[in-house]
């Protein structure tokens, strides 16, 4: 799972988390609604869109930890969606932290080599260091290659 998530950039990490905390939302207020004590049919319940935009929008400050749902006192489906919203709640920054800890641990700016290598000054992979060194003798010792280059080396 880890090779998924750091396969993936933070935007769209960050998208897809914020989709499926908009379709849980609207899940729960779906469930909440079909659940709720009303004399009004159902088909009453689900053609007012704008409470049922209303309802999705509080599940999903719910489920982001900034707002409470009020649950019916003698409904258990209600206080069971309530406390999956606000369990939900509860992981989403640590899910959020995850995701941009994942994607720093998943940075590899560099690539160790198998071998050490010792070579000359001038072959230097630093801007001025090997114009300042093209006349010299000097020697490095390589332990290491860029990511970039790391594909095209063969140690």
């Known amino acids: 799972m880890r090779g998924f998530f750091a396969g993936r950039t933070v935007h769209a990490l960050l998208l897809m988390t914020l989709g499926a905390l908009a379709g849980l939302s609207v899940l729960v207020a779906t469930a ?10 159902m088909a009453d319940r689900f053609s007012n869109e704008e409470a049922l935009l209303d309802l999705s929008l509080t599940v999903l400050r ?20 309530a406390t ?5 709640g509860a992981l989403v920054p640590a ?8 994607k720093i641990v998943a940075l590899r700016p560099f690539v160790w080599r ?21 006349n010299s003798d000097d020697a490095i010792i390589a332990v290491r290659t860029t990511a970039a280059s790391s594909s095209t080396s063969s140690g």
């Open 32 to 41: 909440w609604t079909l659940t709720e004590h009303s004399p009004r049919s």
């Open 62 to 81: 719910a489920c982001v930890g900034t707002d409470n749902l009020e649950p019916e006192p003698d409904s258990t489906a209600h206080q069971m969606l």
């Open 84 to 88: 999956v919203a606000s369990v939900t």
């Open 95 to 102: 899910v959020l932290l995850g995701i941009v800890l994942i």
């Open 114 to 134: 198998r071998r050490a290598s010792i070579s000359h000054a001038w072959t230097a992979d630093f801007p001025g260091y090997s114009r300042t060194n093209a």
